[in-house]
C-alpha cells in the first residue's frame, strides 16, 4: 500500500514537473534549471511590479486632463453664446437684420429722403431728410458710384446716455467726399408713409410716381422721384454701421452705400 502511495505521488509529481517545464520552456525545447526557473520568477515579478506600479496616479492625472478638456469645450461654447448674442441684441435693437430694404424719394425739387425697413410693409425703422436736393444726388449717381457718410458726435461721459445709433437726431452729410450740410431723423408722417406703400410692391428699381394735386406741394414741385433697393446693412461696433445696395446686375462695387458712424 505504501509503495502504490509513493508510486502514485511520484507520478503526479512527475507529471506536475512536466506540465511545468513545457510551460516556460524555451523555443529550442530545452528544460530550464532550477536556478532558470528562478532567474524566471524573478524577471516575472519585476514585470508585474512594472505594470502594477504606474496604475496608482493613472486616475488622478487622466481625470485631470478630462476636467482641463471641459472646461476648454466649456468657455469655447460660452464665448460663441456671447458672440451670437451680441450680434443678435444689435441686429434685434434697431429692429433690423443683414437683409434691409432702402428707399430714396423725394420731391422732384425737393430734398432726399432715405428710409431703411426691415420688410416692404413695415414701418422704417430709420427715415433721414438729406439738406442734398434730389435732383443733384441723381447726377451724383448717374456719374458713378456714391458714398453717402453720415457723422455724428459722441455725447461726453459725464452726459453719455444709451441712445442707439439709428436714434440720433442730428448728422452731418457727406457725398463721395464732400461735405453736403446736415441732415435730420425724423419720424414717419402720412405723407411718408403714402410714398412707401406706393412703392411697396416694388422690390428694385426707380421712377417717379405722381405728386399729390390736392396739396400746394404738388404745384411747387412736382412729382415724386423714388429709388428702391435691398441693402446688406453690415454692424461694425455700436459706433458704426453700412448700408450696401445690392445690384444683382452689378459685377463691381455696389452703385450706392450709406454710411453711419458715431465719432
Known amino acids: 500500500m505504501n509503495t502504490v502511495t509513493a508510486r502514485s505521488s511520484q507520478e503526479m509529481s512527475s507529471k506536475r514537473h512536466f506540465h511545468w517545464t513545457n510551460k516556460v520552456g524555451t523555443e529550442d525545447g530545452e528544460v530550464p534549471t532550477s536556478e532558470s526557473f528562478s532567474t524566471l520568477i524573478q524577471e516575472e515579478k519585476k514585470e508585474d511590479d512594472k505594470v502594477v506600479a504606474p496604475e496608482a496616479p493613472a ?64 414701418q422704417p425703422a430709420f427715415l433721414i431728410e438729406l439738406a442734398t436736393p434730389i435732383s443733384g444726388l441723381v447726377r451724383e449717381m448717374a456719374s458713378g458710384l456714391v458714398r453717402i457718410a453720415l457723422e455724428c458726435d459722441k455725447e461726453k461721459e459725464a452726459e453719455k446716455k444709451s441712445v442707439r445709433l439709428l436714434e440720433e437726431p442730428v448728422w452731418r452729410t457727406y457725398c463721395n467726399g464732400k461735405k453736403c450740410g446736415f441732415a435730420t431723423r425724423r419720424e414717419c408722417g402720412p405723407k411718408d408713409w403714402d410714398v412707401l406703400k406706393a412703392v411697396e410692391p416694388i422690390s428694385m428699381g426707380a421712377g417717379v410716381l405722381p405728386g399729390n394735386n390736392s396739396g400746394a406741394e404738388a404745384g411747387s414741385e412736382g412729382e415724386i422721384m423714388y429709388m428702391r433697393a435691398k441693402f446688406e446693412r453690415i454692424v461694425g461696433s455700436r459706433d458704426s454701421e453700412a448700408f450696401y445696395m445690392m445690384n444683382p446686375d452689378s459685377n463691381g462695387a455696389p452703385e450706392l452705400s450709406v454710411y453711419l458712424l458715431r465719432v
Open 59 to 122: 486616475p488622478a492625472a487622466s481625470a485631470h486632463a478630462t476636467r482641463r478638456k471641459l472646461q476648454a469645450v466649456a468657455v469655447s461654447r460660452i464665448r460663441s453664446v456671447l458672440t451670437v448674442f451680441n450680434k443678435n441684441r444689435l441686429n434685434s435693437s434697431s429692429g433690423l437684420g443683414s437683409r434691409v430694404v432702402g428707399t430714396l424719394f423725394g420731391y422732384r425739387r425737393g430734398h432726399v429722403h432715405f428710409a431703411f425697413q426691415k420688410d416692404p410693409a413695415s
